[in-house]
């Protein structure tokens, strides 16, 4: 399910720090977006951020919450992204430490799939 308007509003101003922060639906769920790099997910009014090695020890509070998933074929597929503790929402600023870290994160996996995207090649004319 997608982010309610109201969760939509709360986030938007508390993350407003980072830069312009922008809420897409998007397989089901809520996209959330800085710089163009999707640094987090919206799942039933649930905020889910993007984890990789570089933030996993700041982010080691989360790990125990499931990560957001779905399943494909009989099978549950995990995504990078976690569940920031629930007292994160009535902390803007520590809540904005995570969100710094998610969208360095979504920096760096934007950065790998650019280095291993195969170079198309142009046709002949």
């Not at 799942?43 to 957001?68: I, K």
């Amino acid at each position: 399910m997608v982010a309610s308007e109201g969760f939509a509003d709360f986030l938007r101003e508390r993350l407003a720090p980072l830069g312009q922060v922008t809420l897409r639906r998007m397989f089901g769920k809520t996209g959330v977006f800085c710089h163009g790099l999707m640094f987090a997910m919206v799942a039933d009014d649930t905020l889910y951020l993007r984890v990789d090695d570089g933030n996993r020890t700041l982010f080691a509070e989360a790990a125990s919450a499931p990560p957001l998933n779905y399943a494909k074929q009989g099978r549950m597929i995990d995504l990078a992204f976690w569940q920031p503790p629930e007292r994160l929402l009535d902390e803007p600023d520590e809540l904005l430490q995570w969100a710094r870290a998610a969208l360095a994160a979504a920096g760096r996996v934007a950065a790998a799939r650019e280095r291993v995207a195969p170079r198309r090649s142009r046709p002949a004319r």
